[in-house]
Nanobody
Framework: QVQLVESGGGLVQPGGSLRLSCAAS????????MDWYRQAPGKQRELVAA???????NYADFVKGRFTISGDTAKNTVYLQMNSLKPEDTAVYYC?????????WGQGTQVTVSS
């Protein structure tokens, strides 16, 4: 059974940094991309950053220059380095793996940016 486990969330002051980690257990085949999404209260889930199998990265405009995605799609691990955090970055962050046949989601980790 495939399981994605995120860690690294927490409470941080504006301007601070956090590093999220996601590790997948179980057999996952034909990974196409590993992504981070987030969902704030009352809002839809939105893509934050993506890492493709080929190593390309994509970022939402609202995190460009502040967040960095990295990882290894062969090892099913992905990280999100978040710098210069803002209160509007407060959300539950979800790890997501997209394969040829299906998607997998983690349980989410809470990130709260507040003074």
């Amino acid at each position: 059974q495939v399981q994605l486990v995120e860690s690294g969330g927490g409470l941080v002051q504006p301007g601070g940094s956090l590093r999220l980690s996601c590790a997948a257990s179980g057999n996952i085949f034909s990974v196409r991309a590993m992504d981070w999404y987030r969902q704030a209260p009352g809002k839809q889930r939105e893509l934050v950053a993506a890492l493709t199998r080929g190593g390309s990265t994509n970022y939402a405009d609202f995190v460009k220059g502040r967040f960095t995605i990295s990882g290894d799609t062969a090892k099913n691990t992905v990280y999100l380095q978040m710098n210069s955090l803002k209160p509007e970055d407060t959300a539950v962050y979800y790890c997501h793996i997209r394969t040829l046949s299906r998607d997998y989601w983690g349980q989410g980790t809470q990130v709260t940016v507040s003074s």
